[in-house]
């Protein structure tokens, strides 16, 4: 099922190899409707996100490597431009959908199950295992895309497949409830940015850590309780000293770490209050959480590590954005830039997100 000509080649952005010269072309060829597989559909990308995770995957900093050649890309919204004969799926052509990090999985093993798709040992990756959104038409799987609600558009929904769920399912693993204090560390990044909004918007009073006056005044907007710029507290627990004190004395109830820095693992485990949660989701390469196994017992702190999301958590995430109670800090440019937002990212100078048009 297709209604439009679809071309046989459009603009991607390819790389060969890790590390490797990172390609726009023009002419990358498109899959056909009639190549499709049962399951696929063809989606038509408007927009894409850039994720940290993307330029991981061109760095080869995890211990799988990723498929070679690539199209990375993990946010990427647009329309179903056909589907595979043989689907059974609610997705009709023309639908705005969102291919995320999760490209598929098996819905049956156990993990499936439990609505933790992300560690089912068969799930695809886009951006990873197979393409991703970095091109204009991008092969996708009808039971894993995201409807995206009327309304919404499509470059506030990017940022939200990957950054939003991400943040949105680790909030959720934090466990609060409205009142409790919660860190953001990284709260001025493209996940920490967003998380300080899902934490205020459930009524959470909320502390970010990040540096730089750009980054505090994007946090000032969202109701954040306090800022606190790291590089102000560089003294042995000084840092710590801080958070416990805006944080009414006992330190916060929970701490989502989104920073791709080690050092804020470790200032966590001392500054959360007992009881409290350490939620892993920011990736720092070749990193170890070291915690005291005495006062990990004797604190009775809890640390759980966050992989994006499911299905639900994505459609719960992106009706915040529809609400209006969560507002991606966007910039966007055009899909040839690809590789000076990696040079950008790896500077530690983007405040929210950079969202591609394909
Ligand atoms: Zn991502
Ligand atoms: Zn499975």
């Known amino acids: 099922?297709?209604?439009?000509?679809?071309?046989?080649?459009?603009?991607?952005?390819?790389?060969?190899?890790?590390?490797?010269?990172?390609?726009?072309?023009?002419?990358?060829?498109?899959?056909?409707?009639?190549?499709?597989?049962?399951?696929e559909v063809l989606v038509k990308i408007e927009c894409t996100g850039v994720c940290h995770t993307d330029l991981h995957a061109w760095k080869g900093d995890?211990?799988?490597?990723?498929?070679?050649?690539?199209?990375?890309?993990h946010e990427g919204a647009g329309h179903i431009v056909a589907i595979a004969d043989g689907t059974t799926t609610t997705f009709k052509v023309g639908d705005a959908v969102g291919i995320k990090w999760l490209a598929d999985s098996c819905l049956n093993c156990e993990n499936c199950r439990m609505g933790a798709e992300m560690t089912c040992s068969l799930a695809q990756c886009h951006g990873y295992t197979v393409d991703g959104s970095f091109q204009r038409y991008a092969v996708s799987y009808a039971r894993h895309c995201t409807p995206i609600p009327?309304?919404?558009p499509l470059e506030v929904a990017a940022p939200v497949l990957c950054a939003?769920?991400?943040?949105?399912k680790a909030i959720k693993e934090a466990n609060c409830k409205p009142g409790d204090w919660l860190v953001v560390s990284g709260a001025g990044g493209g996940l920490g940015?967003?998380?300080?909004?899902?934490?205020?918007a459930i009524g959470l009073r909320v502390v970010g850590i990040d540096t730089g006056d750009d980054k505090k005044k994007l946090l000032d907007q969202y109701g954040a309780d306090a800022f606190i710029d790291f590089k102000n507290f560089r003294d042995e627990g000084a840092l710590i000293k801080e958070v416990k004190r805006v944080c009414g004395g006992e330190g916060p109830h929970a701490a989502v770490i989104a920073s791709a820095g080690g050092a804020a693992y470790n200032d966590a485990l001392e500054y959360i209050r007992p009881h409290g949660s350490l939620v892993a989701v920011g990736l720092p390469p070749d990193t170890d959480i070291k915690a005291n196994v005495f006062w990990t017992v004797f604190r009775n702190?809890?640390?759980?590590?966050?992989?994006?999301g499911n299905r639900q958590d994505a459609i719960e995430a992106l009706d915040f954005?529809?609400?209006?109670?969560?507002k991606p800090q966007i910039v966007t440019e055009p899909l040839k830039n690809l590789e000076d937002v990696y040079k950008r990212m790896e500077s530690g100078g983007i405040p929210g997100r950079i969202v591609l048009k394909c």
């Not at 071309?7 to 409707?33: C, L, M, R, S």
């Open 321 to 326: 954005a529809l609400r209006g109670k969560v």
């Open 164 to 168: 939003g769920v991400t943040v949105w």
């Open 301 to 308: 702190v809890r640390i759980i590590g966050s992989y994006v």
């Open 1 to 39: 099922m297709a209604n439009e000509q679809i071309p046989k080649t459009a603009p991607a952005v390819v790389f060969e190899k890790i590390n490797g010269p990172i390609v726009y072309k023009e002419d990358h060829p498109v899959t056909q409707p009639q190549d499709l597989k049962p399951g």
């Open 62 to 73: 995890w211990p799988m490597p990723p498929k070679q050649p690539l199209v990375g890309g």
């Open 193 to 200: 940015h967003l998380a300080v909004q899902y934490a205020t």
């Open 150 to 152: 009327d309304g919404l």
